[in-house]
């Protein structure tokens, strides 16, 4: 009678380990089925028009139909981003609320306090890295200055001044970063976006200026402007022959900015996996490739690790850099 309680017991144990396997698998599968279960809200820190707005919607065009639910995006804007983040950060986790956001979204809390803080490294669930947008240093084509061993010379005779989109913007980081790691003393001069700091470069009035490829590559076949170089580790495919500043011997000098969509902080794996799966897919297509590289960007794809690895990457990088100088936003 004992052996025969100890396996019925036993089966009785097998049949609820099996059960709550089943249950377990049943409820990912189910998860898997059913999302996205309605609208899908794509927000957008910035306004609409903007760069980000722009590749957003794009996504969000092409992602509704093969999901089977609308994809919208909405414009919360302000506070350099933040407060469109914040609202994302405190979203329900479902997967039906998701940021799209350029790579300032690693460090703008840290400029703009008075908006409230949030923690890119802890609030969110990263879902996939969409593109990845260098960043170039230009001057005029009358400067004289042709490359950037030029620039260095001519900085050491004079103050040279830089453009940037504004303190505390990426083009304002990447400034700090070229003087801190090549030694070169370029002065900043924030302006109320990028175009007024090109406008500049362009009429003579600054030497120099950062800026994306697609602010400044309407001005290169001219030779109005000419790119010294470009801060990215490897040179872009969309301007293969600018050097960058990596392989000119300064190897602290590898900063992008870049897209990025994340959910709020707990999301289901299945939904990441859901939405990176068909984003993947999107992000090669042709016209999709096509359409981006007009913004000056390059498509990355890839796992939801690899923006959570560029995440953390500007997060220590950019924050130094912001601690050691005290950048706060205009």
């Not at 309680?5 to 144990?13: A, E, P, S, V, Y």
């Amino acid at each position: 009678m004992h052996l025969k309680g100890t396996i019925m017991k036993g089966i009785r144990c097998a049949f609820v380990l099996a059960a709550s396997f089943a249950t377990a698998c049943f409820s990912s599968d189910t998860l898997a089925q059913t999302y996205p279960g309605k609208r899908i809200t794509i927000v957008v820190p910035f306004s609409a028009g903007a760069g980000t707005d722009v590749v957003a919607r794009l996504l969000a065009e092409k992602l509704s139909p093969r999901i089977g639910q609308p994809v919208v995006v909405e414009n919360r804007v302000g506070a350099a981003g933040v407060l469109g983040t914040n609202f994302v950060a405190k979203a329900p986790a479902d997967g039906h609320t998701l940021l799209f956001t350029p790579g300032s979204f690693s460090f703008a809390q840290l400029v703009v306090k008075s908006a409230g803080g949030y923690d890119p490294l802890n609030d969110f669930t990263p879902v996939i890295e969409v593109g990845k947008t260098p960043m170039f240093l230009v001057t005029g084509g009358d400067s004289g200055i042709k490359t950037f061993k030029d620039a260095v010379t001519a900085a050491k005779s004079k103050r040279m001044n830089y453009g940037s989109a504004g303190t505390g913007s990426i083009l304002h980081i990447v400034g700090e970063l070229v003087n801190k790691e090549t030694g070169v003393n370029f002065v900043h001069v924030p302006y109320k976006g990028v175009a007024p700091a090109i406008n500049d470069v362009l009429g003579g009035h600054i030497p120099f200026a950062y800026g994306s490829l697609s602010t400044i590559k309407p001005h290169l076949p001219s030779g109005r402007l000419v790119a010294l170089a470009v801060t990215s580790r490897e040179r872009t495919p969309l301007a293969p022959d600018i050097p960058t500043l990596y392989e000119l011997g300064y190897n602290g000098v590898d900063l992008n900015s870049w897209y990025g969509i994340f959910g709020p902080k707990g999301m289901p794996a299945d939904a990441v996996k859901v939405l990176n799966d068909h984003l993947n897919v999107i992000l090669k297509m042709s016209d999709v490739v096509e359409r981006i590289a007009v913004q000056g960007t390059s498509p990355v794809g890839g796992s939801p690790e690899v923006l959570a690895k560029t995440n953390r990457a500007d997060v220590e990088l950019v924050g130094t850099i912001i601690k050691e100088l005290n950048i706060k936003a205009d």
